[in-house]
């Protein structure tokens, strides 16, 4: 299991890609995120700081924690980078060790993606 700042920052990071936090708007305060998860204030704010660290939320002095105009592009780029990545590392082993040829395997993914876009729409 994670632990709960990175629990904490992959729902805010989450909030940002379904657009429920938009650029440039203020992000929960770790007081406030500390109420909602049940958590020590300090949990919190080290959620909200591996986001600043990562340049997806920025500091206004005194008012708080806001989302970065390329928010969503760093968050889709690091979930790509590293999740997905290591989702296809994990595939394409279970694939080899199944004797599942790249053809058959490819057909599965493109139908899975085209059921989930249909679903989505």
Do not use: C
Request: aromatic share 6%; proline share 2%.
């Amino acid at each position: 299991m994670k632990p709960i700042y990175v629990q904490i920052s992959e729902w805010l990071e989450n909030e940002i890609l379904n657009e429920t936090i938009q650029a440039d708007e203020k992000v929960y305060s770790q007081y406030q995120l500390a109420e909602m998860f049940n958590v020590n204030p300090a949990t919190a704010g080290k959620g909200i700081n591996l986001l600043a660290d990562d340049n997806v939320l920025y500091k206004k002095r005194g008012l708080g924690m806001f989302v970065a105009a390329d928010a969503r592009e760093i968050i889709l780029r690091k979930r790509k980078n590293s999740k997905l990545n290591t989702l296809v590392n994990e595939l394409a082993r279970e694939a080899v060790q199944l004797q599942v040829e790249v053809d058959e395997l490819v057909t599965m993914i493109k139908d899975t993606h085209q059921k989930i876009k249909e679903e989505q729409a």
